[in-house]
């Protein structure tokens, strides 16, 4: 799909030698003995300012000697809907007792901590041990130096200037060392509505769209609600068009059929991976406006100490989740100041709770590109065992692909190849399920007259990313017919409505939203939550069914798509692209090269994935499928 000259370009990239040996280090993850940990000399462009101060408190994770393989294989079977295992799900402490770090490594390297003058605490996983340390005492221990930088931003923050050294007492039982980069990493995924049109060449404009397969185009069906929330992101004289209400998109996807048999999450719970704050009365605000209840909305903060200025992006999670989703019991909030480190946490904390009270899904609206990842193959490895226990103790864990299109996470070296593709972490996990984006066309009565791929090449305001990535080999449930071909794991999985224009209506207040007060937001951030909320509604019906609640929930979404149905489950996208139309220099001479990727086609492709859902087809085919699990198994049942 990238083309031959791209694909004979790559090969040439000592980029992509570094793309497959992190590829190779992680397929032989139980093998790996010595750490793992990239230097950042000059990170992301950031500009080196001196030496780290050296009473500056660094957050460590101290990677334990793990069984990620055996993990791995139960998560297989634990997820697959054709294995006798399928549904059977542990607790977290058990996941921690078989495929945790052994008693002595742990013993060895608290003790060891304790030695000097620190104190440690093992991961409710058992893949690591969480450690304070100052800068002066984390060179000491680990044998590197460290610097201070300036991103573009202005952030400042600290690196190591050589891979760190695991000392000698402990390499029998920890395998990596993270943290000592402490930069801010990821960024959100929400796109804010384009203020302006150019009105003087509208009619070129909607020519060009129609003939790229833009989704740009006029809003359409019946909008419901309080006045301001049915005008919300219309700007008279210049972008007149509002942004769907929920009841637009919660019939389009048919979620309202579920609602009106009261099934709107009763007794479960989501938690969302944030960077940004809310506030309460903004999504109560929402909730009014639309007649709907707010989940409770309690607030865990991990790495910061201080609540977060309020933002769209955290706004926009739970105002669609509320939405999609009103009767949930509650919507834990994880609060984090976005490095990589606190990003791990903020996950096992989720699966840190008690089973009672542990959230069964887990959405996140941020990302980065894989070529930026800070910390090298010891976070990689480190996200997932998180990721790995996750699945393992039945948790559903979504993420947006981003809103950069196929060309946003671009790389390149001075070797005179082209630029790599790549696209972003956490959707890039093949532990993780990754939400694209579409837009939609409404009829009066809010059904779907067709759906595009999100990708607004002629005005580019932004396009739902999908591609190939450069850290993972494709699993085993993305192989077979309709998924194409390749080694690399490939996203997103499914997508859902996105395009900024029309957008999501939204009521954020703070002067940190754009465009305060009603407004229209876009982005894969949307399509993350509404997905996740959806599947939360099927593990309500489940459980009434007595199956098993849905866990990871892709190798059932392949298995479903490449079997087809009488009622269709996907709606599969066959228009538009995410394609920005970015042309680069071509290194041979000649006419500039196009590197974009990807057009929605028939079944799977890089832009949609499988398509968008409609949830009751969805939910009624994997109760389905768990109950002739169930019949094949003697009857047993999941947890």
């Known amino acids: 799909m990238i083309g031959e000259a791209l694909n004979r370009g790559v090969m040439r990239s000592s980029l992509l030698a570094r793309a497959v040996a992190s590829v190779a280090a992680l397929a032989a993850v139980a093998a790996i003995t010595a750490p793992s940990a990239s230097a950042s000399v000059d990170p992301d462009g950031a500009v080196r300012v001196g030496a780290a101060a050296a009473d500056r408190e660094l957050s460590l994770m101290l990677g334990l000697r793990r069984d990620d393989a ?67 005492t984390a060179e000491r221990l680990f044998g590197t130096r460290l610097a201070a930088f ?17 000392p000698a007492a402990l390499r029998g039982a920890v395998t990596e060392v993270v943290g000592l980069d402490d930069g801010r990493r990821v960024s959100a995924n929400a796109v804010h509505r384009p203020e302006y049109v150019p009105t003087p060449h509208d009619r070129e404009v909607d020519r060009l769209a129609r003939e790229r397969g833009s989704s740009i185009r006029a809003n359409t069906g019946t909008r419901a609600g309080c006045a301001e929330g049915q005008r919300a992101g ?20 048919r979620y309202d059929r579920l609602h009106r048999r009261k099934l709107r999450g009763q007794g479960e719970r989501i938690a969302v991976i944030e960077i940004d704050g809310f506030k309460r009365s903004d999504i109560e605000t929402f909730g009014r406006c639309f007649g709907f209840r707010v989940p409770p909305t ?96 039945g948790v559903s864990n979504f993420a947006s692909t981003g809103d950069v299109g196929s ?78 071909q390749g080694t690399q794991r490939v996203v997103p999985d499914v997508a859902m409505l996105a395009d900024p224009i029309p957008g999501y209506a939204i009521y954020c207040s ?71 139309g970015v042309m680069i220099p071509n290194p041979s001479g000649g006419p500039s090269v196009p590197i974009g990727c990807c057009p929605a086609t028939r079944n799977h492709d890089m832009a949609t994935g499988w398509g968008s859902v409609f949830l009751p087809a969805f939910s009624r085919a994997a109760r389905r499928e768990a109950k002739a699990d169930a019949r094949r198994r003697g009857g047993g049942k999941g947890r």
């Not at 620190?118 to 991961?123: D, F, H, I, N």
């Not at 607004?456 to 990313?465: I, M, S």
């Open 70 to 136: 055996g993990l791995a294989r139960f998560v297989d079977r634990v997820s697959d809907p054709a294995s006798p295992s399928y549904g059977r799900y542990l607790d977290v402490p058990e996941i921690a007792r078989r495929f945790g770090a052994p008693p002595a490594a742990r013993r060895a390297t608290l003790r060891w901590l304790r030695a000097q003058g620190l104190r440690g605490r093992v991961s409710a996983t058992g893949g690591w041990v969480d450690v304070t340390v100052r800068a002066r």
């Open 150 to 166: 300036r991103a573009s931003d202005g952030d400042r923050f600290v690196a190591p200037l050589r891979e760190p050294r695991v």
């Open 234 to 253: 219309a700007v008279p004289g210049r972008l007149d068009i509002p942004a769907y209400t929920p009841n637009q998109y919660l019939h389009a996807y």
């Open 298 to 393: 309690p607030i865990t903060r991990v790495g910061i100490k201080k609540p977060l200025p309020p933002g769209d992006e955290t706004t926009l999670d739970l105002e669609v989740l509320a939405a999609a989703a009103p009767g949930l019991r509650e919507i834990q909030v994880m609060e984090t100041n976005g490095t990589n480190v606190a990003l791990i946490r903020a996950y096992a904390k989720v699966l840190n709770r008690p089973r009672a009270r542990r959230a069964s899904v887990i959405s996140a609206s941020l990302g980065q590109c894989e070529p930026s990842f800070g910390g090298g193959v010891g976070v990689v490895r480190l996200f997932e065992q998180v990721f790995r226990a996750a699945a393992a103790a």
């Open 407 to 484: 060309t946003g996470c671009v790389v390149g070296d001075n070797s005179g190849a082209l630029p790599l593709l790549a696209v972003q972490h956490p959707a890039s996990s093949p532990y993780v399920t990754a939400v694209g984006g579409t837009n939609l066309v409404l009829n009066p009565k809010n059904r779907i007259i067709d759906e595009l791929a999100w990708g607004d090449a002629p005005l580019a305001f932004g396009g739902g990313t999908g591609g190939q990535s450069l850290l993972f080999e494709r699993p085993a449930w993305q192989r077979g017919p309709g998924v194409g």
């Open 510 to 580: 703070n002067a940190d939203c754009d465009n305060a007060g009603w407004t229209a937001v876009g982005g894969t951030s949307a399509a993350t939550p509404l997905f996740a909320a959806g599947v939360a509604i099927a593990n309500q019906q489940a459980r009434r069914a007595r199956t098993p609640r849905l866990g990871f929930v892709s190798p059932l979404i392949y298995r479903l798509a490449k079997r087809g149905s009488r009622r269709p489950v996907f709606r599969d996208v066959r228009k538009g692209s995410n394609d920005l």
